[in-house]
């Protein structure tokens, strides 16, 4: 079992920055890949980044390429987003997730557990 919180979501204008955490529990984290997910409203569920178990690979949708950066400490069960240069666009609620390491990758049915989701709002 792993328990996902996310936090660091917020109200920011455009061209800003915001960094997004997620805290993972439970013993066999570092055996899930990672990804991060977001919903806007009437919206389906979209791939954001994902990150492999190891922390050596990475995948990003083609709109947050060269803007968001996904990382990941294994020894302190975290998982961050770095995102540079917010539009208006990226505004969304923003989900953790932890799926199997060796499939897990951009589809959200890839993954098995998930955060409650952080509200990121980017002004104009």
């Known amino acids: 079992q792993v328990q996902l919180v996310e936090s660091g979501g917020g109200l920011v204008q455009a061209g800003g920055s915001l960094r997004l955490s997620c805290a993972a529990s439970?013993?066999?984290?570092?055996?899930?890949?990672t990804g991060w997910f977001r919903q806007a409203p009437g919206k389906e569920r979209e791939f954001v980044a994902a990150v492999r178990w190891s922390g050596g690979t990475t995948v990003y949708a083609d709109s947050v390429v060269g803007r968001f950066a996904i990382s990941r400490d294994n020894a302190k069960n975290t998982v961050l987003l770095q995102m540079n240069t917010l539009k208006p666009e990226d505004t969304a609620v923003y989900y953790c997730?932890?799926?199997?390491?060796?499939?897990?990758?951009?589809?959200?049915?890839?993954?098995?557990?998930w955060g409650q989701g952080t509200q990121v709002t980017v002004s104009s």
């Open positions: 439970g013993r066999t984290f570092s055996r899930y890949n």
């Open positions: 997730a932890a799926g199997d390491y060796r499939y897990a990758g951009r589809r959200p049915n890839e993954y098995e557990y």
